[in-house]
């Protein structure tokens, strides 16, 4: 459990995007370690496999049960926010091999310090260049509950093993 009361993924059908903000009590600089790092981003999201650092870094993102999805690091404004492309559309039913930015979403996570820690928001959009927009939004809004959830519990460290597993 969470000590931070922070609220779900919101979708905007209209805007074809998916968005949360939260609450972590860790520095900026814990927190932006564990959103641009790949050890880190492994820790609590996907395995994370990129073949630099920065823009232009490309790899992987694996999920256990689900496969490896293709990854790139679009932009990065250190520490402030990253954005990432990436090609998972749930409904297709498959995974791509290749990164096509015809099909792909794209997500930024914005930092901003707060005085007992760091606002977290992510943003996801380009649902509307998706197979089932739908579907995918929602997808991803419960994965983003979720994961985020799991980035919470790590800094603060509450459950800190329970994201082990998930690689």
Do not use: C
């Amino acid at each position: 459990m969470t000590m931070t009361d922070n609220q779900p993924a919101v979708v905007d059908d209209a805007a074809f995007t998916v968005r949360r903000t939260i609450r972590i009590e860790a520095p900026v600089e814990r927190v932006w370690a564990a959103v641009t790092e790949p050890e880190h981003i492994s820790a609590w999201f996907g395995r994370t496999e990129l073949d630099a650092r920065g823009p232009g870094a490309e790899g992987t993102m694996t999920f256990a049960g689900y496969g490896a999805v293709p990854i790139r690091v679009e932009a990065m404004d250190a520490p402030r926010s990253v954005t990432y492309r990436w090609g998972n559309d749930d409904a297709l039913g498959r995974l791509p091999d290749t990164l096509d930015e015809s099909t792909s979403t794209v997500f930024t996570f914005t930092l901003e310090p707060l005085a007992d820690g760091t606002q977290l928001t992510v943003v996801e959009t380009g649902f509307e260049r998706t197979s089932d927009p739908a579907a995918n939004m929602a997808s991803h809004a419960e994965g983003w509950g979720s994961e985020l959830d799991k980035l919470v519990d790590l800094l603060e460290g509450v459950g800190v093993g329970a994201a082990e597993g998930h690689s």
